[in-house]
């Protein structure tokens, strides 16, 4: 029975090593790969910028996955070059032609002051929070770090608000901003989840951000509490990825409409009334606005808010979790997004159908002769706003 | 042919009109609402060119603003 001195010794004669110099130069050629077998907790303190990461307790599982390649340069490092001297002699058995072990590992190579970097990662804690996250290979560790590195701005923390920001708080949206003026009434909680009886009267966006934060402490709330006006909407939307919209009114609707095509966000919109919702993502000029779908609002006869005419409380938790999703999608350029498409949606039907939405070449927001947008106050009317002629 | 619907209810007499026409026809105001010609949104800009054609669906979406 060979004692580890001999197994050592028995791995390096089979295998090829270089120095840290040697290595840094290979790496730079062509069909070179370093790949980093150390621990995660050791990985996580620094690597070299570029390598692969896979403990060597994985190697043999998951290699052929992460470096298909069987004729790659592989330069393989640990911290001081004894378990990749194992992990090199493992990959030629497993039928890689080229591979080298890096003599002194991650701790030499960062001696001599080469390139390292505290790469991104999560966190044992995240990697547990995001499990189910992570085992889609259409999010995994990848596209989890966007979301945490992600910016979304909810206008509204009623309806809509609650359920969009309960999903994105719990899908590890990193920064939420969330803007209400409102106070938590009781006749908000028939549907408005965010918030509780014991927060009667607090001010939304405070009952939010406690309720988001202790749903994910990894996220950052940012609150607003102001009224969203032609003042203040391009400060407060500036650097937001995505527009969450669940506001109640019109004229806030066509003022984050023109502010967000000014600022090219998207904008993923929800509204309801009584049984019925809708959903659709407006992307500046890559799609439709909504002023390209419907150019001005109802005449407020016909158009009573949901406080007038009721809506059911479960409706804004279907329509602000399809809002969740859209916002996921178009964060992480997941599948087909609902842009150039509305969903309508009946309960009392329980149908959903949907319509295409086309970019209005007459559109006086984000048509090819629209004039410059103007942010202003809207009446109820909510037209456009030109801009004054040029002296 | 089928005549035309909207909204799901087969309607006679709108072969050949305009969607400007029809939306005056249904009682309907000119603004704050979408309407659909077989699943596609006219913009409002067409309703007047875009006529209503033997067997269509047309369907009429009224804005809301409820959040």
Not at chain 1, 271 to 291: K, Q
Not at chain 1, 334 to 353: I, K, P, V
Request: overall charge negative; charged content about 20%; aromatic content about 6%.
């Amino acid at each position: 029975m060979p004692t580890f001195r001999e197994m050592l010794a028995q791995a390096k004669s089979a295998i090829r090593e270089v120095d840290p110099a040697t290595a840094e130069v290979e790496a730079a050629g062509p069909n070179a790969i370093m790949l980093d077998v150390r621990e995660p907790d050791e990985y996580q303190q620094g690597s070299i910028p570029g390598a692969v990461h896979l403990p060597r307790g994985n190697l043999e599982i998951s290699i052929e996955s992460r470096i298909p390649d069987k004729g790659a340069h592989v330069l393989v490092y640990c911290a001081g070059g004894v378990r990749s001297a194992f992990a090199a002699k493992t990959l030629q058995d497993l039928g890689y032609s080229d591979v080298t072990s890096v003599i002194g590992g991650f701790n030499r190579w960062k001696d001599e002051g080469r390139p390292w970097s505290t790469p991104k990662s999560l966190t044992t804690e995240q990697r547990n929070r995001y499990q189910r996250h992570l085992l889609l290979p259409e999010v995994g560790e990848a596209g989890q770090l966007k979301l945490l590195d992600s910016k979304v701005l909810l206008l509204g923390a009623g309806g809509l608000g609650s359920p969009a920001a309960l999903y994105l708080a719990a899908a590890g949206v990193g920064t939420i901003g969330i803007i209400d003026m409102d106070v938590v009434d009781a006749s908000n909680l028939q549907r408005q989840i965010l918030h509780n009886t014991e927060r009667i009267g607090e001010r939304k966006v405070d009952s939010a951000k406690k309720t988001l934060t202790a749903m994910n402490p990894d996220v950052n709330v940012v609150t607003y509490d102001v009224r969203l006006g032609a003042d203040n909407v391009l400060d407060i939307i500036d650097g937001y990825d995505v527009i969450v919209d669940g506001t109640d009114n019109f004229p806030t609707r066509y003022l984050v409409n023109d502010a967000s095509v000014l600022k090219r966000i998207p904008v993923v919109h929800g509204s309801i009334f009584r049984f019925e919702g809708a959903v659709t993502v407006f992307n500046p000029y890559l799609g439709p606005c909504y002023r390209c779908m419907i150019p001005e609002p109802p005449p407020a006869e016909l158009a009573p808010s949901c406080s007038e005419a009721g809506v059911l409380g479960v409706l804004p938790g279907i329509v602000g979790s399809i809002q969740a999703i859209e916002t996921i999608k178009i964060l992480l350029d997941l599948g087909d997004t609902l842009q150039g498409r509305l969903l309508s949606y009946d309960a009392l039907e329980q149908s959903f159908r949907t319509f295409k939405v086309h970019q209005d070449p007459n559109c006086p927001t984000c048509g090819p002769n629209a004039g410059e947008i103007v942010i202003a106050e809207y009446d109820e009317l909510c037209m456009p706003h030109v801009a004054a002629a040029p002296a | 042919m089928s005549p035309a619907s909207v909204n799901g209810q087969p309607a006679e007499g709108l072969d050949g009109i305009t969607i400007a026409e029809l939306v005056a026809r249904q009682g309907l105001p000119g603004r704050g609402i979408a309407v659909a010609r077989n699943g596609e949104v006219v913009p409002r800009s067409s309703w007047s060119t875009v006529t209503v054609e033997s067997g269509d669906t047309i369907d009429i979406v009224t804005a809301v603003a409820g959040g």
